[in-house]
C-alpha cells in the first residue's frame, strides 16, 4: 500500500514533506500484513514454526521506525522553541534548516519551498507544528480516499442473464480448456480463452456453451430409466486430456462420457461405489498428458484417489471394443486393488465426520484438501498414499462449505457458517492469516482471482464480496438483490481467469463480465460528470479541476497523474445523506496557494487544494448560483444571479461584506479584472459594465445591441432629450446608410441553412411577444425601415403571427437577437494592451451565437471590431483564454471545436512593419500545420485581419445593424482549427511556459494538447514526461482519441496527424506501383440505362436454363431463411416440468368488444350469410379446437338428439319385403333365385336352407295371397 502511495502524485512524493517517514509508522503493519500471505518455499512445520518466531521478534524491533521517530521528535522541538521565542513558527530560512537537520535530509531547496508554500495556505510567511502536522495528516486522509475510490472494480454493477434450457437446480458449471500442443517442442498448453463451458443439472440435463456463453448443445445423461423414480445428478469433472466427462449420481456410480468429435457417447460406467459421491476434482500434468488424478469425497467424509498414468492408450481404463454404443463397466473394489493396468486407486476412509462440501487436488503441493461442515475436521489436507507430506486438520467452528488454493502466494482462503473469510497458510494450522469481515450469511462459495490478488465471496443470500489481498478491503460489494438468478441460492460459481468472467447458477444461469473489448473501447474520462472547468496553478504546476458532482481534483501538468482529490466540497445534508451541489465558479487567490469555489446554492468556500482542507466558507445573502468569482488585494468580488457584486475581505468574517449599487438588469455570468482598478461584468442581456475597484463607481457600459459607443451615466441622462430633440428628416438619410451596408454585405453571402431550435424556446419568445405587445428592439426604432436582408432564424417563423405591419424581416431579426441571443459568456482582459488609448481593444466579450467583440473601455472607444468564431451557426462560444503577451487568442464552442486566432495586429493602433510581419508569418506556419495546409501556395496576407475571411455558413446570421457591421466586420488570421471534444467546450487555458492548451469538456474530459494542435493525452490516463516547452511539434508519437476517431473532420485529422495521411500511404504506394491509369481502368464509370421489359424477360429465361447442362437445370434460389424457433424440450419426456418459472402479474384490461361493436359483426355476419346463399354458397361448419369438442361432450348435454338404436332387418322381413313389392307391381309372389341371394347374402347360403325357413316362407307366402285375392 505505502508502495502505491508513492506512485500517486508528483514523482517527488515520496521525498516531498517527509511524508514518506510519516506513512512508515501507520503503513509498516499493514505491509508486514500483506507480505505474509504465505510463503511459496516449502518448508517443513518444525521450520515454519522457527521462522515465524523469528518474524515475530523483527517486528518487535524495526529500525525505519525508531529514526523515523526520533527525527520527528527533534523536528518537533525545533517547532516548539520557535514559538517559545514568540516567532510564531518557522519562516522560510529556518524551515530549510529545520527540514535538513531531521526529515528532510534527502530534499532539495525548490521541494522544501515547495512544501512551505503548501503548509503556509495563510501566506502569513510563517509554519507552525500545528500547520506542518495537519497538512500531513489531511494530505495523506484524502490520498487514500482517492486510492480507494479509483481503485480497479473488477465486476460490473450487475449480471447479465444467460437463456437455458435447465428446468432443476445446476449441480455445477465448470470450464472445459482447449488443449493446444506444439509440434516444434511437443509440449502442451491449455488455453482459457476459448474454453468451453459446461452445465449439469439435477435432472441429468448437460449443455454445453461457446465462450461467450452462447449455447451449443445440450445431452441427456440418462435417457431411458427403466424404473419409477429418475436419479439426481451431484457432480461432474471435464477430463480434458482424453476429452470425456465423468458424471456421478445418487446411483453411487460414475459415467464416463466421450465428448471427442461433439459425440456424447457413453465409455466407462464405474461401480462398486459405498457411498452417494458429493463433490468431485480432475486434474491432468500438461507436460505429460498421460499423467491425471481423479478425487471425489462422499457422505460418509471419505476420500477416494484414482491416479491414471496411461490416460492417453486406450482411455482411462482402457480401450472399449465391440460396437460404437458398447461401453465398459469398471468396478471400484477392482480398481483399489489393482487389478487394472495403469491405474492406481487409494481410499482414504473417514476423514471427515460429515459430509465432504469440497474437494481439491493441489498440483503444486502434491497433495489435496476437503472440506465439511464438522468443528473438529473442518478441512483436511494430506496426501493420498501417506508417504511424502504431512497430513493435518484446520479446525473452524461449526465447518467449512468452500475453500480455493492460491499457487501465486501458497494460500488457501476458506469460508463457513460463521460469515469470516479466513486466510490460512498452508503450514500453520493453528491460526489463520488473515481474517476478512463483511458477510452477514454464511460463505458459501470462494474463488481467488490470483491474478488480481483478490477472493471473490459468495454467501447463501447472493451476496457478492471483492476483497483485495495485499491491502485486505473490500474492493467491491454487489448485492442479492442485483444478482438476478431467480428466488434459489446460488448452487455453482465458475471463475475464468483469463476472461475474469464469472459464472453463477441456481436453476438458470447468470455472467459477471467486463469485456475486455468494451475497456478498450471506452474512453477515458477524468470526471464522473460533467467538467465545469480546468485551472492552470502556475504557483505548484499543477492542474485543478471541478465537475458538476462537487468534486476537486488535482493534477499533474508534467505526466497526467492525479495526485489528490476530495469530494462534496459543496454540499447539504438530507435525512442524513449528503447531497452534493454543483460547483459554478472557480478561481485563485492572488498567490496561487488556495483555490476559491462557489456553488449553485450560492455558497463560496477557501481551499488548501493540496490537502483538501476548507479555510473558510460563506453563504451569499440572496442563496442564488454564483457564477463569478476574482481575487485582487485581499479581496474577494463575487457576482452570479443575484445580480449584484458583493466584496469579502479575506480572512475575515461575513460581517465586514460589502456591496455595489445594482447596476445590471439581468443575472451575471462572467467577471474579470485588470490592473490598475477595473473590474467588468458580463450579464445575459448583454451589458458589459466597467466598475472602479476601489470605490466601485460605474466607469461605463458597452452592449452591442445598444450602439458601438460608451454608454456613461451622462450619457444616460441625456438621451431621452436627445432623440426628442432630433430631426425627423436625419432618420431616412441614417437608414439608407443602414440599408447599403447590409445589402453591401451580406447579400452575397446569402444562405438558407438555419438550425432546429426546441418548442421551449419558441414558446418563451411567444410568450415574451404576447405579453409585450411589440417586437421592436432596443435601438431599431432608429431605423425607420432598413433594407430586406437574407437573414434566417429559426425564431423568426413565431414573430409572423405578432409581428407589426410596418415591421421588416430585419427588424425582426434584431430584435431576437437583443432578447435572446445577447449574452455574455466570458470576458477576457488584454493586459499587455494600452487601456489609454481609444483605437486599441483591451476587453474582449464571447456568448450568444457564436460572436467575438473587442472593445476599447476609453471614453471615445467603443467597438472596434467583431467576428464569429463558432465552427457552425447557431452555437456558442462560452470559453476564451489568450496568452501573457496577447499575440493568440484561443476559443472553444459548444461544438467542441478549438480555434487559435492570431490577434497580434488586431484592433490595435500599433500594426507590425513588414519585415516583422514576415518574420512572423514564417513562424506561424512553421508552427502550425493548420496555417500550412490552407494556405498551401498563397503568398502571405498583406495584413493579419481581413474583413473578407467571413466563414462560409454565417451568411445568414450577421450581427445588428446598430453595430454597423460595415467598419466593424472583421476576422483576424485562424492559424489553428480542430475538434477537441465531442461535446461543449466549458474552459480553455493556455500555458505559456509549456506552451500546452488545456480544455475541459461536457463529455467528463480535461485533455492537453500542444499549440500547434498535437493531442498530449486525457487528465486520468499517464503519459510519458513533458519536455520543457512543447514549441512547434515536439511529440514524437502521434495519438489520436478515441471518441474523435468517429466524429472527427478530414481537417481536424491533418491537425492532429500534424498533416500527414498515414491511411493513404499505403493507397499512394500502390498506385505508384501500379500505374494510376491501370487502376483507373479497373474502376469503369456504370452509364445507367432504360430497362427493356423485353430483354428482362429474356434474361430471366438464360437465367433459368442452361446451354451446357440443358433444360433440366434450374438456377439456385437464395433466400434468407427465418430465424430457426427454439426447441422448448430435447429430451424423451413429454412434458417438461419445470422446478420454478417467472411470471410477472396480470394487468387488467378494458372491455374491447361493446355492445356498438357486438351489434356492427352481426350484422357484417347476417350480410355475408345472405350474401353467400343468393349465390348458391354453402358455409362449412366452422370447427373448433378438439379440446373444446372434448370438453363439451363430457361436460355438457350433446345439442344433437341422439338416434335411436335399429336392429337389422331378419331374412323373413327381407322376403316379406321383397314380395310385397311384387305383389304391388301385379307380379306372381315368387321368389326366384336372385330373390334367396338377396335374402341370404349370398349364393352358397342358397342350398342350406332349413325346412323350418321354407315352411316359414310359405306361411308368408300363403297369407300375402290370401290378402290379394281379398
Not at 29 to 45: A, H, M, Q, T
Amino acid at each position: 500500500m505505502e508502495n502505491r502511495m508513492a506512485t500517486v502524485g508528483d514523482p517527488s512524493y515520496q521525498y516531498d514533506n517527509g511524508s514518506k517517514l510519516l506513512l512508515d509508522v501507520g503503513s509498516a503493519e499493514i505491509y508486514r500484513n500483506s507480505s505474509s500471505f504465505g510463503d511459496r518455499s516449502r518448508l517443513s512445520s518444525k521450520t515454519r514454526a522457527v521462522s515465524q518466531c523469528l518474524t515475530e521478534k523483527v517486528q518487535e524491533f524495526n529500525p525505519e521506525k525508531e529514526a523515523a521517530d526520533e527525527r520527528y521528535a527533534q523536528l518537533q522541538s525545533i517547532f516548539q522553541v520557535a514559538e517559545e521565542d514568540g516567532r510564531g513558527g518557522l519562516d522560510i530560512d529556518e524551515f530549510k534548516i529545520a527540514m535538513k537537520k531531521t526529515v528532510g535530509f534527502m530534499m532539495n531547496n525548490d521541494q522544501i519551498e515547495l512544501l512551505f508554500k503548501k503548509v503556509d495556505a495563510n501566506c502569513d510567511g510563517r509554519v507552525d507544528w500545528e500547520e506542518y502536522v495537519t497538512y500531513n495528516l489531511l494530505e495523506y486522509q484524502e490520498r487514500t480516499l482517492m486510492i480507494e475510490r479509483l481503485r480497479d472494480i473488477p465486476f460490473p454493477p450487475e449480471t447479465k442473464d444467460i437463456n437455458t434450457r435447465h428446468r432443476e437446480t445446476i449441480v455445477r458449471v465448470a470450464i472445459y480448456p482447449t488443449v493446444h500442443k506444439k509440434a516444434s517442442t511437443n509440449r502442451c498448453s491449455l488455453d482459457y480463452y476459448t474454453a468451453r463451458y459446461v452445465s449439469l443439472s439435477r435432472e441429468g440435463i448437460v449443455t454445453f456453451w461457446t465462450p461467450k456463453m452462447k449455447q451449443i448443445k445440450s445431452y441427456m445423461t440418462h435417457p431411458h430409466v427403466d424404473r419409477a423414480t429418475q436419479p439426481w445428478l451431484t457432480d461432474f469433472v471435464c477430463c480434458y486430456n482424453v476429452n470425456m466427462l465423468a458424471v456421478t449420481s445418487t446411483d453411487r456410480d460414475i459415467t464416463v462420457f466421450d465428448t471427442q468429435a461433439n459425440l456424447f457417447k457413453k465409455r466407462y460406467y464405474i461401480t462398486g461405489i459405498d457411498s452417494c459421491i458429493t463433490c468431485m476434482d480432475y486434474w491432468a500434468d500438461i507436460r505429460d498428458l498421460n499423467k491425471s488424478v481423479m478425487v471425489w469425497g462422499d457422505t460418509s467424509g471419505s476420500v477416494y484417489v484414482l491416479v491414471f498414468e496411461c490416460a492417453l492408450k486406450g482411455g482411462l481404463f482402457g480401450a472399449v471394443g465391440g460396437k460404437q454404443t458398447a461401453f465398459k463397466k469398471i468396478s471400484l473394489p477392482e480398481v483399489l486393488r489393482g487389478f487394472h493396468l495403469g491405474v492406481k486407486g487409494y481410499k482414504i476412509g473417514k476423514i471427515h465426520d460429515n459430509w465432504v462440501s469440497q474437494i481439491k487436488y493441489i498440483p503444486e503441493l502434491d497433495l489435496f484438501a476437503s472440506c465439511c461442515q464438522s468443528s473438529e475436521t473442518s478441512m483436511y489436507l494430506g496426501d493420498y498414499n501417506y508417504k511424502k507430506k504431512i497430513n493435518t486438520y484446520f479446525k473452524v467452528y461449526k465447518g467449512l462449505l468452500a475453500f480455493d488454493y492460491c499457487p501465486e502466494n501458497n494460500i488457501i482462503a476458506t469460508g463457513g457458517m460463521d460469515y469470516l473469510i479466513r486466510v490460512w497458510n498452508p503450514y500453520v494450522n493453528s491460526k489463520p492469516v488473515v481474517v476478512l469481515k463483511g458477510h452477514c450469511k454464511p460463505v458459501t462459495h470462494i474463488v481467488v482471482n490470483s491474478s488480481r490478488g483478490q477472493i471473490v465471496s459468495i454467501d447463501k443470500g447472493k451476496n457478492v464480496r471483492v476483497f483485495d489481498m495485499k491491502d485486505q478491503t473490500c474492493v467491491q460489494q454487489l448485492s442479492g438483490r442485483v444478482i438476478k438468478v431467480g428466488p434459489f441460492p446460488i448452487s455453482s460459481v465458475c471463475f475464468n481467469p483469463t476472461t475474469q468472467r464469472l459464472v453463477l447458477a441456481t436453476n438458470t444461469l447468470a455472467m459477471l463480465e467486463r469485456s475486455l473489448e468494451d475497456e478498450k473501447s471506452v474512453d477515458i474520462m477524468s470526471h464522473e460528470k460533467a467538467v465545469h472547468g480546468a485551472l492552470y496553478n502556475k504557483t505548484f504546476k499543477f492542474v485543478v479541476s471541478c465537475c458538476r458532482e462537487s468534486v476537486v481534483s488535482v493534477w499533474d501538468l508534467n505526466t497526467g497523474e492525479k495526485i489528490i482529490q476530495f469530494v462534496n466540497a459543496h454540499k447539504r445534508v438530507e435525512g442524513g445523506v449528503e447531497i452534493p451541489i454543483e460547483i459554478t465558479a472557480m478561481t485563485f487567490d492572488e498567490p496561487g496557494r488556495r483555490l476559491i469555489t462557489g456553488a449553485r446554492d450560492g455558497s463560496v468556500k477557501i481551499w488548501n487544494f493540496n490537502n483538501g482542507n476548507c479555510l473558510q466558507s460563506f453563504t451569499i445573502p440572496e442563496g442564488l448560483e454564483i457564477t463569478g468569482l476574482v481575487s485582487v488585494r485581499q479581496r474577494l468580488y463575487v457576482t452570479g444571479w443575484c445580480q449584484l457584486v458583493h466584496i469579502y475581505i479575506d480572512g475575515a468574517s461575513e460581517d465586514y461584506r460589502k456591496n455595489w449599487k445594482s447596476r445590471h438588469k439581468d443575472d451575471v455570468l462572467c467577471i474579470a479584472c485588470i490592473e490598475p482598478s477595473l473590474v467588468a461584468t458580463g450579464s445575459y442581456d448583454g451589458d458589459v459594465i466597467i466598475w472602479s475597484r476601489d470605490t466601485g463607481q460605474v466607469y461605463c457600459t458597452l452592449n452591442a445591441n445598444k450602439g458601438i459607443q460608451p454608454i456613461t451615466e451622462n450619457r444616460n441622462k441625456m438621451e431621452p432629450k436627445q432623440e426628442t430633440e432630433e430631426n425627423m428628416s436625419e432618420e431616412p438619410k441614417r437608414a439608407d446608410s443602414k440599408q447599403s451596408v447590409a445589402s453591401a454585405d451580406w447579400k452575397a453571402t446569402a444562405s438558407a441553412k438555419t438550425i432546429k431550435t426546441g418548442l421551449g424556446l419558441l414558446s418563451k419568445v411567444r410568450g415574451g411577444i404576447i405579453r409585450t405587445g411589440s417586437v421592436s428592439g432596443i435601438g431599431v426604432s432608429r431605423f425607420s425601415k432598413p433594407a430586406e436582408s437574407p437573414v434566417d432564424h429559426p425564431l423568426l417563423s413565431s414573430y409572423e403571427t405578432y409581428k407589426k405591419p410596418e415591421s421588416t424581416k430585419r427588424e425582426e431579426y434584431d430584435s431576437i437577437c437583443t432578447k435572446y441571443e445577447a449574452a455574455i459568456e466570458k470576458i477576457v482582459f488584454l493586459q499587455t494592451r494600452d487601456t489609454n488609448n481609444k483605437n486599441t481593444a483591451v476587453l474582449v466579450t464571447s456568448g450568444a451565437e457564436g460572436w467575438i467583440r473587442f472593445w476599447s473601455i476609453h471614453h471615445e472607444g467603443g467597438l472596434l471590431g467583431q467576428f464569429n468564431a463558432a465552427h457552425c451557426i447557431g452555437e456558442s462560444v462560452h470559453a476564451m483564454a489568450t496568452d501573457e503577451q496577447n499575440n493568440f487568442l484561443f476559443t472553444a464552442d459548444t461544438l467542441g471545436y478549438v480555434k487559435t486566432w492570431d490577434i497580434s495586429e488586431f484592433c490595435i493602433s500599433k500594426l507590425h512593419r513588414s519585415a516583422k510581419r514576415l518574420v512572423r508569418w514564417h513562424w506561424l506556419l512553421e508552427t502550425f500545420t493548420y496555417l500550412r495546409v490552407e494556405w498551401r501556395g498563397k503568398d502571405m496576407p498583406k495584413s493579419f485581419m481581413s474583413k473578407g475571411m467571413k466563414p462560409h455558413n454565417i451568411g445568414t446570421r450577421p450581427p445588428p445593424m446598430i453595430t454597423e457591421p460595415k467598419n466593424t466586420l472583421k476576422w483576424p488570421l485562424l492559424v489553428n482549427s480542430y475538434r477537441a471534444h465531442t461535446k461543449a467546450i466549458n474552459s480553455i487555458e493556455y500555458v505559456d511556459e509549456r506552451c500546452v492548451v488545456i480544455t475541459a469538456s461536457s463529455d467528463c474530459a480535461i485533455r492537453a494538447w500542444t499549440l500547434s494542435g498535437g493531442y498530449i493525452g486525457t487528465f486520468g490516463e499517464i503519459w510519458k514526461p513533458l519536455d520543457k516547452t512543447l514549441k512547434k511539434q515536439a511529440l514524437k508519437e502521434i495519438r489520436l482519441p478515441k471518441d474523435l476517431r468517429r466524429v472527427a473532420s478530414a481537417r481536424t485529422f491533418r491537425v492532429l496527424n500534424h498533416g500527414t495521411f498515414p491511411r493513404w500511404r499505403l493507397a499512394i504506394q500502390r498506385i505508384r506501383e501500379q500505374g494510376l491509369e491501370k487502376i483507373l481502368s479497373q474502376y469503369e464509370p456504370v452509364i445507367p440505362r432504360e430497362s427493356d421489359p423485353k430483354e428482362d424477360a429474356e434474361t430471366e429465361v438464360r437465367l433459368q436454363s442452361s446451354d451446357i447442362l440443358g433444360k433440366s437445370y434450374k438456377r439456385k434460389i437464395r433466400h434468407k431463411l427465418p430465424k430457426p424457433h427454439p426447441r422448448i424440450i430435447e429430451t424423451a419426456s413429454s412434458v417438461a416440468v419445470y422446478h420454478a418459472l417467472s411470471f410477472v402479474d396480470l394487468t387488467d384490461t378494458e372491455n374491447i368488444l361493446s355492445k356498438d361493436i357486438m351489434r356492427e359483426m352481426k350484422e357484417r355476419r347476417f350480410g355475408s350469410n345472405v350474401r353467400d346463399r343468393m349465390k348458391g354458397f354453402h358455409r362449412k361448419k366452422e370447427q373448433g379446437p378438439a379440446i373444446l369438442e372434448v370438453y363439451s361432450k363430457v361436460s355438457k348435454k350433446p345439442t344433437l338428439p341422439v338416434p335411436n338404436y335399429k336392429k337389422k332387418p331378419s331374412k323373413i322381413k327381407k322376403a316379406h319385403g321383397i314380395l310385397q313389392r311384387k305383389v304391388e307391381a301385379n307380379l306372381p309372389p315368387i321368389l326366384t333365385e336372385s330373390d334367396m341371394q338377396l335374402v341370404h347374402g349370398s349364393s352358397k347360403h342358397v342350398s342350406n336352407i332349413d325346412s323350418k325357413s321354407e315352411r316359414k316362407i310359405e306361411r308368408s307366402t300363403s297369407g300375402t295371397s290370401n290378402s290379394s285375392a281379398n
